[in-house]
């Protein structure tokens, strides 16, 4: 008798529970459950297998005063790898592309332009472009060890961006990242434009710069870049296992007025460069770069979707484990700034082996 009671108590709990959970997700603070492993190296069956890349992997495009520095092809030249250079000030036996009084925008518009018809003439295509300035140093010692390491994470993660540990950093950002103890990898939202690389498939989404603020600010082209990256949340990650510095740090950019320019037209930025999903969750958290109060969001996450096309619905739909790009309370607790002293990786699911 006391049977049918009970059994009725439990459907009226399950229904209940079934209510609320849907009353979140309406409400955009459920977590987002689904997760959609990859089949045989695919999202989906239906989507063409992946580009299979040979070495070597690594195209380094450096912008110079002249010719390329020694050094760097000590550290960086391997058959792993193929070093180009523009100069803007000498033209020099090691110089690819000479364009003088180029700027940061142009001069690396120029070197897009000429990786494409390297590749277009070698029938080769790299597997990350990597975008550096020459004056760049490489630590720690020994450096063509921890060049090694940064190529190996690249090859293991396949981030859409991958960046390396730039400093110098303001104190604040040098307690936050600390604060992760051994975490060799972050997911990240900032980056230095001194030296990253850039996956192959996100070349048609982020290539070639956005040279409409040049006459006012250099550094408006990076910033503009930052946010059609922010498109890859999970997949924009820094290894701290190498470590890069310019102590010269000789750009000619007035920061001051950069500033000026970033207040003024970052606030339009999100709307017109991250799917609508992420650009709603900046607008909500009421961060920016140029305060630093987005310097960090997201979970880093190995490479598991095409990285073509990252502003279609049908992609978002396909991004299962991003829990920033379907959650909104969860994609604003992802983000850190200079004053958070913990990493945050929001419900981390291991990827598959």
Same mark, same amino acid.
């Given at each position: 008798m006391l049977?049918?009671?009970r059994l009725?108590?439990?459907?009226v709990v399950? #229904?209940?529970t #079934?209510?609320?959970?849907?009353?979140?997700?309406?409400?955009g603070t459920a977590?987002?459950?689904?997760?959609?492993?990859?089949v045989?190296?695919?999202?989906?069956?239906?989507?063409?297998?992946?580009?299979?890349?040979t070495s070597?992997?690594?195209?380094?495009l450096?912008?110079a005063?002249?010719?390329r520095p020694?050094?760097l092809d000590?550290?960086?030249?391997? *058959? +792993?790898?193929?070093?180009?250079?523009l100069?803007?000030?000498?033209?020099? %036996?090691t110089?690819d592309? @000479?364009?003088p009084e180029?700027?940061i925008?142009?001069g690396?518009?120029?070197?897009?332009e000429f990786?494409r018809?390297?590749?277009?003439?070698?029938?080769?295509r790299?597997?990350y472009?990597i975008?550096?300035d020459?004056?760049a140093?490489f630590g720690p010692?020994?450096?063509?060890e921890?060049?090694?390491?940064?190529e190996d994470f690249l090859l293991?993660?396949? %981030?859409?961006?991958?960046?390396s540990?730039?400093?110098? +950093?303001?104190?604040?950002?040098?307690?936050?990242? *600390?604060?992760?103890? *051994?975490a060799?990898?972050?997911?990240?939202?900032s980056?230095?434009?001194?030296?990253n690389?850039?996956?192959?498939?996100t070349?048609?989404?982020?290539?070639p710069?956005n040279a409409?603020?040049?006459?006012?600010?250099?550094?408006m082209s990076a910033?503009?870049?930052l946010?059609?990256a922010?498109a890859?949340?999970d997949?924009?990650?820094e @290894?701290?296992?190498?470590?890069?510095?310019?102590?010269?740090?000789?750009? %000619?950019?007035?920061?001051?007025?950069s500033?000026?320019?970033? +207040?003024?037209?970052?606030?339009f930025?999100p709307?017109?460069h991250l799917?609508?999903?992420?650009?709603?969750c900046?607008e909500?958290?009421?961060r920016?770069?140029?305060d630093?109060t987005?310097?960090?969001?997201?979970?880093?996450?190995?490479?598991?979707?095409?990285?073509?096309? %990252?502003m279609?619905?049908?992609?978002?739909?396909r991004?299962?484990?991003?829990?920033?790009?379907?959650?909104?309370?969860? #994609?604003v607790?992802?983000? +850190?700034?200079?004053?958070d002293?913990?990493?945050?990786y929001v419900?981390p699911i291991p990827?598959?082996?």
């Open positions: 049977a049918a009671p009725i108590v439990m459907l399950l #229904c209940a #079934c209510v609320l959970v849907l009353l979140l997700m309406a409400a977590p987002y459950w689904d997760v959609m492993p990859s045989g190296g695919r999202l989906f069956e239906s989507d063409p297998p992946p580009y299979e890349y070597p992997y690594f195209l380094y450096i912008m005063r002249g010719g020694e050094y000590a550290v960086l030249k391997t *058959n +792993r790898s193929r070093l180009v250079t100069s803007w000030e000498e033209n020099a %036996p110089t592309v @000479f364009m180029s700027t925008t142009t690396r518009i120029r070197l897009g990786a018809h390297l590749e277009q003439e070698t029938g080769h790299y597997m472009w975008w550096m020459e004056d140093v010692e020994p450096v063509q921890s060049i090694r390491n940064w293991e993660w396949q %981030p859409a961006v991958g960046v540990d730039y400093n110098p +950093r303001l104190p604040g950002v040098i307690e936050a990242m *600390n604060a992760g103890g *051994n060799d990898v972050w997911s990240v939202f980056f230095d434009g001194i030296f690389a850039q996956h192959h498939e070349l048609a989404h982020m290539t710069l409409t603020y040049d006459d006012e600010s250099w550094h910033l503009i870049n946010y059609k922010g890859y949340v997949h924009v990650l @290894f701290r296992g190498l470590k890069v510095r310019n102590p010269e740090h000789r750009s %000619p950019v007035d920061y001051l007025k500033s000026e320019v970033f +207040r003024r037209v970052e606030p930025l709307g017109d799917p609508r999903p992420l650009a709603e900046v909500a958290s009421g920016h770069h140029f630093l987005l310097m960090m969001w997201g979970t880093p996450r190995r490479k598991y979707w095409s990285y073509d096309a %990252p279609s619905p049908a992609t978002w739909a991004r299962r484990r991003s829990w920033a790009l379907h959650n909104r309370t969860a #994609c607790l992802s983000m +850190r700034a200079l004053e002293t913990t990493p945050f419900h990827d598959p082996e």
